[in-house]
């Protein structure tokens, strides 16, 4: 266990739909991370919260958002998906706003088809 | 989006023998990192380098952050079962906040 945990685990929804995936950091983490793995691909950044901020926009289509609530949790949203939005989605989180010292410290992913 | 170049992206290797890989990239990274993703999980960190020329190791996983910044390389000697899983490169570089830029994989499978 890595302390950052995801839910749900799996996900299959329909094209169009709207999703909301959740993450929880490790404790004492300020940051947190969204990362999307396609199949058989690297992992693409899209954003990243620090203590409630954002503070940093990968490659996130308008039809994804995101937030970091007050306790440090943080929920990737979804909308309007499409068949090629199926993947996993990895949440990391870092001890500073820098990630320095231990690098990032990934959840289990949760992986999103959609049908 | 911004990948690294990692090499191979596959290797079928016996038991005992040693693994290289490597990752370059265009750009000049600050850090450098190695994780090892396993089927049905997130990637877990290996190896971290700091400083340009830094040679790490971690049991039986070396990893070195290349002098010109813009690359580095892991090696794993006398290879075991359980090394089997993709390995990721990744680096983050000197201006953006602190995300992480992650390399296209290697595949190990280690055949007894």
């Known amino acids: ?115 | 989006g911004q990948q690294l170049n990692q090499s191979p992206q596959s290797m079928f290797i016996q038991e005992g023998e040693d693994v290289s890989m490597n990752c370059t990239s265009s750009s000049i990274f600050n850090t450098w990192l190695w994780y090892k993703q396993e089927p049905g999980e997130g990637p877990v960190l290996l190896i971290a380098l700091y400083k340009a020329g830094e040679l790490t190791s971690n049991g039986r996983l070396t990893a070195q952050f290349g002098i010109t910044r813009k690359d580095s390389f892991l090696n794993i000697s006398a290879s075991i079962p359980s090394d089997v899983g993709i390995y990721f490169c990744a680096g983050r570089d000197t201006g953006t906040a602190s995300k992480l830029t992650f390399g296209t994989g290697t595949r190990l499978q280690v055949t007894l």
């Open chain 1, 1 to 115: 266990d890595s302390g950052v945990t995801q839910t749900p685990k799996h996900l299959i929804t329909a094209t169009g739909q709207r999703v909301t995936l959740r993450c929880s950091p490790r404790s004492g983490d300020l940051s947190v991370y969204w990362y999307q793995q396609s199949l058989d691909q690297g992992l693409q950044f899209l954003i990243q919260y620090y203590n409630g901020e954002e503070r940093a926009k990968g490659n996130i289509l308008e039809r994804f958002s995101a937030q970091q609530f007050p306790d440090l949790h943080s929920e990737l949203n979804l909308s309007s998906l499409e068949l090629g939005d199926s993947a996993l989605y990895f949440c990391a989180s870092s001890v500073d706003r820098t990630g320095r010292g231990y690098g990032y410290t990934f959840g289990s992913g949760t992986r999103l088809t959609v049908v």
